[in-house]
């Protein structure tokens, strides 16, 4: 009877531990559920946009200005070479009802 009495008190003491165990391993659950609903909440959160001044009443248009001049060909210079031989075609052709 006593062998039974012993293993009893035994039991009970390996029950009082595991249960100690557990409500730490419960405690330490928490701890990590938290902290990682708090990491969620840091990941949704967003920057503010950077401004180095106040905007400008009328922004520019976007896109680059008009025209040929503002284009890569005009920077381009016309070689020495052929500049004796170029000559502009300035005539233009007038069509004429009588004509056609």
């Known amino acids: 009877m006593e062998s039974v009495l012993e293993e009893n008190a035994r039991l009970r003491q390996r029950v009082a ?3 100690a165990s557990n409500q730490r391993l ?3 659950v928490e701890e990590l ?3 990682f609903e708090e990491a969620q909440r ?3 959160r967003q920057a503010a946009q950077f401004s180095r001044r106040t905007p400008k009443p009328i922004p520019p248009s976007l896109g680059g ?3 040929l001049d503002m284009s890569a060909a005009a920077a381009v210079r016309f070689p020495r ?4 031989h170029w000559r502009p ?3 233009v052709v007038v069509r004429t ?3 056609n």
């Open 81 to 84: 070479r052929l500049i004796k």
């Open 97 to 99: 009802a009588a004509a």
């Open 42 to 44: 840091v990941g949704k």
């Open 17 to 19: 531990e595991l249960e």
């Open 33 to 35: 559920l938290r902290a």
């Open 65 to 67: 200005k008009r025209g």
């Open 26 to 28: 419960e405690r330490r």
């Open 89 to 91: 075609n300035y005539r």
